[in-house]
């Protein structure tokens, strides 16, 4: 049930790498190219063809304190940097390279953070490529919040990455962190620090989601509406985020707790916590468990509408048409989590010359390559899409 970061094993993924090679002309697209196949097989656990892996390089890691400033004040949260071997440590402080490349990746809703190893390996790859990556940790979203402290959060690590570098940097946003990255561009005191935005499998509107949990439908800019019925982690995730609005004060700790723990997908932890809880908080843990209720869903509906003024500062939609960033987009048509009309929405309102790429693909459902049988120009379509990013991640400007 919880939220997966990134790529597992698939046997027959980028299989049309030799054809995609043949009409890659010019030795950079070719390498990134390669490089973006030695990423994805890495992250997959496949074995990696011999020529993708003559261009990428053994990977270092440094576990870092980042200092942040909030509205309450200066804090510190943990991140990690991977490095290219063959550059020294100073390489990412200010004295370095002006222009070596650089990215920040945020990981998803997800109770590891940083550690989810799928997200370790992708950054691993996509260091071994020749770029530093530094991948913050956002307390708020690793606790399934999604809040305007993330923003701040996204925007500082960014901002603080760019001044170590000595330039603006590239962002990858992962699930509703890249909804945010988006947020925290459109904010004059980051949008200098970002080089270009990735957003997988991200949200554009914060309302439009919630919405969706209950109905199982998305309406499209075009007008049409995407029906997929929603996966339980949404609704969850709304329920945990606001407890209060659901069970009586007395019972708020209690209830929480059983809730963190099944959305942490820690069953000892979560019997342990419903052990604890008298019959009436029991009750109380299994009609929140069981979304399809009738009275949970009215709940769920009551507290969306309670809400309704946090989506606006948690969605890129209407911060977008402006934003002046190169904008990469990647989807999964299968995605029950955030739907696929999310990312339409977005490109819809993006300058054509922000937008640089779109794909709604079905390799992919939420973060996961597990889309049912894609085809061979599908995959190569997944492939070419993060050549562009490792691309343009490498060199001097954002194309």
Not at 3 to 9: D, Y
Not at 49 to 71: D, G, H, K, W, Y
């Given at each position: ?48 063809p011999m ?33 290219p ?15 070596a ?55 500082e ?14 962002v ?11 947020v ?29 949990y ?15 019925p ?6 969850l ?27 942490y997908?820690d ?26 209720l ?13 809400h ?76 070419h ?9 490498e ?5």
């Amino acid at each position: 049930m919880g939220q997966r970061t990134i790529f597992p094993r698939r046997k027959t993924l980028f299989a049309v790498l030799a054809v995609g090679l043949l009409c890659a002309v010019a030795w950079p697209s070719a390498k990134a190219h390669l490089q973006s196949v030695a990423v994805l097989r890495e992250v997959a656990g496949q074995p990696v063809p011999m020529l993708a892996r003559s261009t990428t390089v053994p990977v270092t890691t440094e576990e870092i304190s980042l200092p942040i400033q909030t509205a309450s004040g200066p804090q510190q949260i943990r991140a990690r940097i991977y490095t290219p071997k063959d550059w020294t440590a100073k390489d990412w402080t200010p004295q370095g390279r002006a222009d070596a490349p650089a990215m920040v990746i945020f990981h998803g809703v997800h109770h590891l953070g940083i550690d989810e190893p799928r997200l370790t390996g992708f950054a691993s790859a996509l260091a071994s490529c020749g770029i530093r990556v530094l991948t913050p940790e956002l307390p708020g979203i690793k606790d399934y919040h999604v809040s305007q402290d993330s923003v701040t959060a996204i925007g500082e690590s960014v901002r603080w990455f760019a001044t170590q570098t000595g330039a603006p940097v590239g962002v990858m946003g992962l699930s509703f962190a890249g909804g945010l990255a988006l947020v925290a561009d459109a904010d004059p005191q980051y949008h200098p620090a970002f080089k270009f935005i990735v957003a997988v499998g991200s949200q554009d509107s914060m309302q439009r989601v919630a919405e969706y949990y209950l109905s199982g439908r998305d309406a499209r800019p075009d007008g049409s509406t995407e029906i997929l019925p929603a996966h339980e982690y949404g609704p969850l995730v709304l329920e945990y985020e606001h407890v209060e609005d659901f069970v009586p004060a007395a019972d708020l700790a209690p209830v929480r707790a059983v809730l963190r723990a099944h959305l942490y997908e820690d069953r000892p932890a979560e019997a342990a916590a419903t052990l604890l809880l008298n019959d009436a908080q029991k009750r109380e843990a299994h009609d929140l468990m069981d979304t399809t209720l009738p009275a949970t869903r009215a709940q769920i509906a009551a507290s969306i509408a309670l809400h309704i003024g946090d989506g606006p500062g948690l969605s890129p939609q209407g911060n977008l048409h402006t934003l002046g960033t190169p904008v990469y987009l990647l989807h999964g048509q299968a995605d029950n989590i955030i739907p696929s009309a999310e990312t339409l929405w977005m490109a819809n309102e993006l300058q054509p010359k922000d937008l640089r790429a779109v794909l709604v693909s079905p390799v992919l459902s939420h973060l996961d390559l597990d889309g049912a049988k894609p085809g061979a120009m599908d995959e190569w379509r997944l492939l070419h899409f993060f050549a562009r990013v490792i691309h343009n991640a490498e060199s001097s400007s954002a194309h």
